[in-house]
């Protein structure tokens, strides 16, 4: 069975800041894709960025890149020059065929 | 391009009752896409649909069932209503043409109170 950890529960940033958020995931599949979403306060499911299992480079969007190790099955999400409004939940998803594994999610906090 | 949206926003029932989520996928998306968000048991996948069929499952009881029309659009039932069933219920609509390859797209959700 597929896995996705979120070690982080909560993080901390001050704005103009940057921060990486972590992920891993188990699986046996080779074929695959990943995604950071954020769901803020009013509980809107946002995609944040996705990357493809079979591409090397990382995938990156304005602010938000993702640092994709595919050996150490890990997924990190850095978000540059934090603004208040990246204040949100954030969970890693790891997709095979149409059902998306969701981790437990990282609360982010924006410290002005 | 209007997003996915979801009826009703909020809903509140009794024990034992049933009831119907209704969810309008993305213009041209034809796979839509169920999940059960609960604090303690997180984003859950409940099942996927497209082109009228259901294509994967989840591992949710038989009280959970759903079906999608000839225009994409979905709805989800719950029968004989459980207090456990309280939960943030999410749609997600995507292409589905692309074996996983498409980005799902998410509404905003029902809000299911269970009493």
């Known amino acids: 069975a597929q896995t996705v950890t979120q070690s982080q529960p909560e993080m901390s940033v001050q704005e103009a800041e940057t921060v990486t958020l972590s992920c891993t995931y188990d699986?046996?599949?080779?074929?695959?894709?990943l995604f950071w979403y954020k769901q803020p306060p009013s509980r809107q499911m946002i995609l944040v960025i996705r990357?493809?299992?079979?591409?090397?480079q990382n995938a990156t969007e304005n602010r938000f890149s993702v640092n994709f190790q595919k050996a150490a099955k890990s997924f990190s999400l850095k978000i540059s020059d934090s603004q208040l409004g990246d204040a949100a939940m954030y969970f890693c998803?790891?997709?095979?065929?149409?059902?998306?594994?969701f981790g437990t999610g990282t609360r982010l906090t924006i410290i002005p | 391009k209007a997003g996915v949206t979801q009826t009703p926003r909020y809903l509140i029932k009794t024990r034992g009752q049933q009831v119907t989520l209704s969810c309008s996928p993305i213009?041209?998306?034809?796979?839509v896409s169920w999940y059960q968000q609960t604090p303690g048991q997180g984003l859950q996948f409940l099942f996927e649909y497209f082109s009228e069929t259901q294509r994967n499952k989840g591992n949710f009881p038989g009280r959970f069932s759903g079906r999608q029309f000839s225009n994409s659009r979905s709805e989800m039932n719950v029968s004989t209503l459980e207090l456990g069933d309280s939960a943030l219920y999410l749609c997600?609509?995507?292409?589905?043409?692309?074996?996983?390859?498409?980005?799902?797209?998410f509404g905003p959700g029902t809000r299911l109170t269970v009493l």
């Open positions: 699986t046996s599949e080779s074929d695959y894709y």
């Open positions: 213009s041209g998306h034809r796979s």
């Open positions: 998803a790891y997709k095979v065929n149409e059902k998306l594994t």
């Open positions: 990357q493809e299992a079979y591409k090397q």
């Open positions: 997600a609509s995507s292409l589905g043409q692309s074996k996983g390859a498409d980005t799902q797209y």
